[in-house]
């Protein structure tokens, strides 16, 4: 399934625009005040070496490559997915959290 699922052999002409639309992605997400700068020129940093690496034909495949994207992913170890899934599950955690003290306080009161 993964071999019939991947397009890395014919995807990796889409380089050059995948990089661009991922510099894109990361400044909306620091407009969006979920990167900071220093992470965003971080990541545009990564982005420009990996490019870098692509235009001269030195970037390296891997075979659990799926695609362009996670062959870039892979290369920079991007994990803005798994930092807004933290941001959410961590202010769900936190509401429950605090409501857990506020029943306690309500019990120790009465």
């Avoid at 071999?3 to 510099?23: C, M, P, R, T």
């Avoid at 070496?49 to 490559?65: M, R, S």
Wanted: glycine fraction near 4%; include cysteine; charge should be negative.
């Amino acid at each position: 399934m993964e071999k019939f699922n991947a397009s890395i052999d014919y995807d990796w002409h889409l380089w050059e625009v995948d990089i661009q639309g991922s510099k894109a992605y990361s400044r909306s997400l620091e407009k969006a005040g979920l990167l900071t700068k220093a992470k965003v020129d971080q990541i545009l940093h990564g982005l420009d070496k990996v490019a870098e690496e692509w235009a001269q034909g030195t970037f390296k495949l891997n075979p659990n490559d799926e695609d362009i994207h996670t062959a870039k992913e892979r290369c920079l170890k991007v994990v803005t997915d798994l930092r807004l899934w933290m941001r959410l599950t961590c202010s769900t955690f936190s509401g429950l959290l605090w409501e857990f003290i506020r029943t306690m306080v309500d019990q120790a009161e009465a």
